[in-house]
């Protein structure tokens, strides 16, 4: 089974404050995948990479930044938090290929004071 | 944009019953998957279904892509199917896009 874990689960940020969740995946994955879940929206895409050194962004990409030092490693960063950020973030890792599948992550709780 | 509409958005079944989940789109695809997310938890594949059916215990995916939906089936429900079930589908080789999910409530 897929392994990717995320940190901090839970963070208390305040406003204009800098927040940096990481994500790593041991599957060898060459994508990885940071979205955001609200009641309401459901899961929205912020910004995906297909390898180390790429990021592209996602559906809602304003406001945060993310970094792919390496295959395992995905960082998703805002700069400067505002509390329209607080939400549940997840990661995820996959491959397009046989089957085209997706590995989420346990999930960070973020609130923006 | 890419438009992924599940209904119902939320159903109570008394334990035994079974469920029908629908999950529609708006464009053709070349992939889907169906997901289970725990109160509070993440989320866990319960199917990669682009085309035709698959079962696994009793959960049941069905894929018709020239009707452009797909649909889950839950027989004889237990307590513990309670939480909610997403559907993500892929156009092309980039990502993935979600349902809002339905909320399932099993009740003993």
């Known amino acids: 089974e897929a392994a990717v874990t995320q940190s901090p689960r839970n963070k208390v940020a305040v406003t204009g404050g800098k927040v940096t969740l990481s994500c790593n995946q041991t599957?060898?994955?060459?994508?990885m995948y940071w979205y955001r879940q609200d009641t309401g929206h459901g899961l929205r895409l912020i910004h995906y990479?297909?390898?180390?050194?790429?990021?592209e962004k996602g559906d809602i990409p304003d406001g945060y930044k993310a970094s792919r030092p390496s295959q395992e490693n995905f960082s998703l960063i805002l700069e400067l938090a505002t509390p329209s950020q607080t939400s549940v973030y997840f990661c995820?890792?996959?491959?397009?290929?046989?089957?085209?599948?997706?590995?989420f992550g346990p999930g960070t709780r973020l609130l923006v004071l | 944009g890419q438009q992924v509409q599940q209904s119902p958005a939320s159903l109570v079944l008394q334990e035994g019953e079974n469920a029908e989940l629908q999950c529609n789109f708006s464009?053709?695809?070349?992939?889907m998957q169906w997901f289970y997310q725990r109160p509070g938890g993440s989320l866990v594949s319960l199917f990669y279904?682009?085309?035709g059916t698959k079962q696994s215990g009793r959960l049941t995916s069905t894929t018709v892509i020239k009707e452009r939906r797909s649909s889950l089936h839950i027989s004889s429900s237990q307590t513990t199917d309670s939480g909610t079930y997403l559907c993500?589908?892929?156009?092309?080789?980039?990502?993935?896009?979600f349902g809002k999910g339905t909320s399932l409530t099993v009740i003993p």
């Open positions: 279904n682009p085309s």
């Open positions: 990479s297909y390898g180390a050194g790429s990021t």
């Open positions: 464009t053709s695809l070349n992939s």
């Open positions: 995820a890792s996959g491959d397009w290929g046989v089957e085209d599948t997706q590995y």
């Open positions: 993500a589908m892929a156009t092309g080789y980039q990502n993935f896009y």
């Open positions: 599957n060898n994955h060459n994508n």
